[in-house]
């Protein structure tokens, strides 16, 4: 199985950048569909973005569209997220999680496996 650590959280201004890390360790992450979720005070647990296992397929939610990306590195084991021009409301807690299926990443309710989760803020 695969273990995932988040990192690259903060506290970032309105319209600002973060980068999101997601190591992975047990096994490579070319063997997994990856996404990253998040989660708001009060609110469920959200899709945000999934990579497939070749790259060659992404997906956003509708809400991070134009604005985040998603890479892997296959050499570092490595998910990334990069994030431009946030906004308050995406401040929430990001969880990278692996799955075999596609579907599976881009709901909240089905990967295999979780990262802790790193929290992001952003003040307006």
């Known amino acids: 199985q695969v273990q995932l650590v988040e990192s690259g959280g903060g506290l970032v201004q309105a319209g600002g950048s973060l980068r999101l890390s997601c190591a992975a360790s047990?096994?490579?992450?070319?063997?997994?569909?990856m996404g990253w979720f998040r989660q708001a005070p009060g609110k469920g647990r959200e899709f945000v973005a999934a990579?497939?296992?070749?790259?060659?397929?992404?997906s956003y939610a509708d809400s991070v569209k134009g604005r985040f990306t998603i890479s892997g590195d296959n050499a570092k084991n490595t998910l990334y997220l990069q994030m431009n021009t946030l906004k308050p409301e995406d401040t929430a807690v990001y969880y990278c999680a692996a799955d075999r299926g596609w579907v599976a990443v881009t709901d909240a309710a089905r990967p295999d496996y979780w990262g802790q989760g790193t929290q992001v803020t952003v003040s307006s």
């Open positions: 047990g096994r490579t992450i070319s063997n997994y569909q």
């Open positions: 990579i497939s296992s070749s790259g060659g397929s992404t």
